[in-house]
Every structure is written in structure tokens, then in C-alpha cells.
């Protein structure tokens, strides 16, 4: 898998986030030593080494802007990358997507079974709620309950999940361009508007900033979701890590199904410009946010 940026400051940021995402989580998923310990494996397995911890670097990013303490934007940046990997683990189970690769290696329940991936995912669920509740990520207990909200609001029924089951449901709906990306943005752009607007959250942050963030992820979400369908389309499964042309083999309508190749990355490159044009009120500040919004939608993995 490659998440190679080609400004050299967001690689830089990538490789550092990466870097430090796995140390924490290290950190925070410790092996026991009963026979409980298959469990927290398995949970290292999805979890540490892989992916281009978008999610996390976002989290950074924008706690950066408001000069937050990073030991706390990493906290929450592991909080939202779990129940990412928990997403992913179910995802690819045998009663959804049923997939065999994932970010390079076999999937969870591929590499352990499925009762065990099974268990992962919810014991990454519940992981990330008890990181963000602990009093290490930020000294006043209204700021972790508003985050443990917020966080909860972005990946259940209201959002991540229900995205899911409206996707799970989308051969018997007709889908149109209105209805998918309403889809997108419960089950993949609610995550990403969680990490973008964590750093003011942290920050306790004046609402016009926390605004700019929130319409810098709408669109920076939509224009992920957009490249995603691209890579299914034109992607190479040893550069993207995992199963292509899953969209169309299951007869999907997508973005590229709908807009057709050059509209959608046409419409993708847009989305990144305006996600950019919300950064105004930070300046300068807001400079690998906007490298982030490019990189996003010129990404091969
Ligand atoms: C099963 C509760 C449940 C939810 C699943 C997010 C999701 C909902 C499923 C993931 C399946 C998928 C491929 C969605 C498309 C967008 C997406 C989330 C892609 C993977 O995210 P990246 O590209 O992955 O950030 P890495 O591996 O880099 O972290």
C-alpha cells in the first residue's frame, strides 16, 4: 500500500502520524496475559501497522491550529482510527462485504476467525469511548463527555452504521446521485467530520472556527468518497490493499457509475478546491489541510 503525498510536508506529516498513531496504539492495547489475550491480538493485528491514518492526521492537524496539546489531538486521533479498524473488521466479514485483503494482508477474521474478528471490532468500539473518556485527553470532563458524544453521534445509527445499512440496502433503493451521497456522508463523511472538527472541540474553540472545519470536512469527505470509487474502478489492488471492482461486481451505484469517470474526478478536484477555500479564516495555519484536501483526491491507495 502507498500513501505517498507529493507535497513533502504532508508526507512528512503522514510518515510522523503514522509513526506516532502506532506507538500509542501500542500503548493503549497492551497484550494481557490470560487467555483473553486472543482478543487484544487480534485487535493489534487491525489496528497497528497499516493504513494511511487519515483520520488521525486530521485530528492533528486541525488541534494544531488552535495549539492544543498533541498528546491529547493522539488520543483522540486513536479513539477515531479504532473505530475506524473496528469498521473495517466488520466490513469485511463473511455476512457483509466477505473480503479476503485488507491494507495489504489477509483480514482479520481471514488471519484469526471470524468469532474472533467479530469480538475486535467491539472491543475496538468500546476501546476508543473509554481513550476518549480518560482524563489524559483533556483536563475538563465537558470537554472528553462532549467528545465521547460526538464521536458516538459520528459512527452509530445517526451516522457510520447507519450509513452502512443504508449501503447494505442500496440494491433495493434506487440511488441516485442525491441518495448516494447522503449514504457517503452517514457512513464514511460523519468519521472524517468527527477528526476535522476535534481540534476545536479540544481547543473549546469560538463557532465560526468549529463551522469552517465542519464545511472543510463536508466537502473534504465527499471528495475522499469520490476518489475511493475511483480506485475501485482504476485502482491496482497491490498498490490500494485490498479487493477492487467490488462496486461493480455487486452491480452498485456510485459516484463514477452515475457521473462516469472524468465528471467524477472532475467533481472530486472541485470539492477539494472549495473544501480549501473554508481554511480562509486560519491563513498560512491552515496549510497541510489544504495539502491534505489534494492529497485526498490524488491518493492510489
Ligand atoms: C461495519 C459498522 C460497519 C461499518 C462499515 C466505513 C465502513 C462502514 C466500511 C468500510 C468499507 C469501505 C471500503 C468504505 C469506503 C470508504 C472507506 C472508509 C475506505 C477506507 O478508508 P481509508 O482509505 O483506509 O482511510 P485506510 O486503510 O487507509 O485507513
Known amino acids: 500500500m502507498t500513501a505517498n503525498a507529493a507535497d513533502p510536508r504532508l508526507a512528512e506529516a503522514l510518515k510522523a502520524t ?6 500509542e496504539l501500542d500503548r493503549l492495547l497492551p497484550l494481557p496475559d490470560g487467555p483473553e489475550a486472543r482478543v487484544i491480538e487480534a485487535m493489534r493485528y487491525a489496528s497497528l501497522d497499516g493504513g494511511k491514518r487519515l483520520r488521525p492526521l486530521l485530528v492533528m ?5 488552535f495549539n492544543v496539546a498533541p498528546s491529547s489531538a493522539l488520543r483522540v486521533g486513536c479513539a477515531v482510527e479504532m473505530i475506524h479498524c473496528y469498521s473495517l473488521v466488520h466490513d469485511d466479514l463473511p455476512c457483509m462485504d466477505d473480503d479476503d485483503l485488507r491494507r495489504g494482508r489477509p483480514t482479520c477474521h481471514r488471519q484469526f476467525d471470524e468469532a474472533t474478528a467479530l469480538l475486535a471490532g467491539d472491543a475496538l ?23 465521547v458524544w460526538e464521536l458516538a453521534h459520528a459512527s452509530g445509527g445517526a451516522g457510520m452504521v447507519g450509513g452502512q445499512m443504508v449501503d447494505l440496502r442500496a440494491a433495493e433503493l434506487s440511488m441516485d446521485v442525491a441518495a448516494i451521497t447522503r449514504l457517503q456522508q452517514m457512513k464514511t463523511g460523519r468519521l472524517i467530520c468527527f477528526s476535522c472538527e476535534a481540534g476545536a472541540v479540544l481547543a473549546k ?72 477555500a473554508h481554511l480562509d479564516p486560519f491563513g498560512d495555519k491552515a496549510d497541510l ?10 491518493r492510489q491507495a
Request: charged share 25%; with cysteine; proline share 3%.
Open 289 to 298: 489541510l489544504r495539502a491534505t484536501a489534494r492529497f485526498v483526491v490524488e
Open 205 to 276: 474553540a469560538a463557532p465560526n472556527l468549529r463551522q469552517a472545519l465542519k464545511n472543510y470536512a463536508h466537502d473534504l469527505g465527499l471528495a475522499f468518497q469520490i476518489a475511493d470509487d475511483l480506485l475501485d474502478v482504476e485502482g491496482d489492488v497491490s498498490q490500494v490493499g485490498k479487493r477492487v471492482g467490488k462496486d461493480a461486481d455487486a452491480g452498485k451505484a456510485t459516484f463514477v457509475s452515475l457521473l462516469g469517470v472524468e465528471r467524477a474526478r472532475a467533481q472530486a478536484r472541485m470539492l477539494a478546491d472549495q473544501a480549501c
Open 61 to 65: 492537524l486541525s488541534a494544531s491550529l
Open 125 to 147: 468500539l468500546t476501546r476508543a469511548f473509554e481513550v476518549l473518556a480518560a482524563e489524559p485527553t483533556h483536563a475538563d470532563p465537558a470537554v472528553r463527555c462532549q467528545l
Open 18 to 23: 503514522g509513526e506516532a498513531v502506532n506507538a
